[in-house]
Nanobody, 126 residues
């Protein structure tokens, strides 16, 4: 059983920070690229960031570049999304997802991913 569990969401004021975690069980995360996605009310699922299985390459949607940082700690079998300078438009349910391989590139297309977490709510307002 391959499972991903997100945590770290919450309610914060604009300009504050959150760190989301994506913990894997049932498989070794080292061999998987990870993507972070979000879905705001009434909107489709949007790719936010991704990281290759090797950790050598990352990608971000333009709206979060310079504010969000994706990283991985394979020893803890966990991937993180550090979110700084949060904006109200960042409000969404955030999901992490895994796909096997992708050692040299990654994708923010949700259709590329096979395993998904349950999501964690991030709400940004004053």
């Amino acid at each position: 059983q391959l499972q991903l569990v997100e945590s770290g969401g919450g309610l914060v004021q604009p300009g504050r920070s959150l760190r989301l975690s994506c913990a894997a069980s049932g498989f070794t995360l080292d061999w998987y690229a990870i993507g972070w996605f979000r879905q705001a009310p009434g909107k489709g699922r949007e790719g936010v960031s991704c990281i290759t299985s090797s950790g050598a390459s990352t990608d971000y949607v333009d709206t979060v570049k310079g504010r969000f940082t994706i990283s991985r700690d394979n020893a803890k079998n966990t991937v993180y999304l550090q979110m700084n300078s949060l904006l109200p438009e960042d409000t969404a349910v955030y999901y992490c997802a895994a796909t096997y391989g992708r050692g040299t590139d990654c994708s923010m297309g949700f259709y590329e991913y096979d395993y998904w977490g349950q999501g964690t709510q991030v709400t940004v307002f004053s």
